[in-house]
């Protein structure tokens, strides 16, 4: 056995004295709002019958931060994201809270994207939406990417749709990014000669370094993630898990990330929105 494959082998572990998700809890967050995290896989799924929100898979004690918002770590960050709502930026001086008077006026956006955009001819993102708000219509600073103000305003608006089923559109003019993303999904990279169904697919239920391992799902999107104590975005976790792989990765924001983020997205759909979620 070449060092190589015994190294990628030694990723995936038997369970032994490591805590353990209730798999069987059900997700209902402040006694209200709930939560959908398993449900029958879209028809577009090949090899799973199943999906499952990565909250599933989570300790207890991890599980139990996600069901009360004055647990969430993540809602600090909404918060402050509801401050950048309602300031007035740019040359336009206009704020969000100008032209969508409130974020529940967003309620449905998260549990669509990323999707067509018809305008600009492409596959947007949330945060594509965003810096085009911000540019177009208040003559303000694009963010960055992964910028914080950018991670508050995505958990902000995904908060709004939690509950809601993801539904992202695959069909028409999308089809062919999600082509896209679906052949980097399945491609092997790094030395580890790893791709994402390696983990997600083949080998979610196993341990992978001492961490029960998900399907992946993005529905969560962006993540408190304890192990950074900060917000996580998609594009993020899909740079750590390419340079996991000892490969050199795409940028964030890069048009590879966005097909493999509607892919991804599209596994998912029938799970409620869960943003801002907490993850290991």
Not at 148 to 172: C, H
Not at 234 to 263: K, M, Q, V, W
């Amino acid at each position: 056995m070449t060092y190589k494959i015994a190294y990628a082998m030694a990723f995936f572990i038997a369970a032994g004295t490591v805590a353990q998700a209730d798999e069987s809890a059900n997700l209902v967050i402040n006694e209200e709002i709930e939560m959908v995290t398993r449900t029958t896989a879209a028809e577009h799924l090949e090899f799973l019958s199943e999906v499952r929100s990565g909250w599933t898979f989570r300790t207890k004690e991890t599980q139990s931060l996600q069901m009360d918002d004055f647990e969430n770590p993540g809602m600090i960050y909404v918060d402050s994201a509801i401050d950048s709502w309602n300031a007035v930026e740019g040359t336009a001086g206009e704020s969000c809270a100008a032209c969508h008077d409130d974020p529940e006026s967003l309620v449905g956006f998260r549990a669509t994207t990323p999707k067509w955009n018809a305008e600009a001819g492409a596959v947007w993102t949330q945060e594509m939406y965003v810096n085009n708000c911000r540019t177009e219509r208040m003559g303000a600073e694009e963010w960055g990417w992964n910028s914080q103000d950018m991670r508050n305003m995505t958990a902000l608006i995904a908060s709004v749709s939690r509950g809601l089923p993801m539904n992202v559109p695959i069909d028409g003019p999308a089809q062919e990014t999600w082509e896209q993303g679906k052949d980097i999904y399945y491609t092997r990279y790094g030395q580890l000669e790893l791709s994402c169904a390696n983990c997600h697919e083949d080998n979610y239920d196993n341990l992978i370094r001492a961490d029960h391992l998900s399907q992946g799902q993005t529905n969560g999107f962006p993540v408190y993630r304890l192990k950074q104590a900060n917000l996580v975005s998609t594009h993020n976790r899909f740079r750590g898990c390419i340079r996991d792989t000892r490969a050199e990765t795409y940028s964030i924001g890069s048009p590879e990330f966005i097909a493999l983020e509607l892919y991804v997205a599209s596994r998912g759909n029938g799970l409620s929105v869960e943003g801002p979620s907490v993850r290991n």
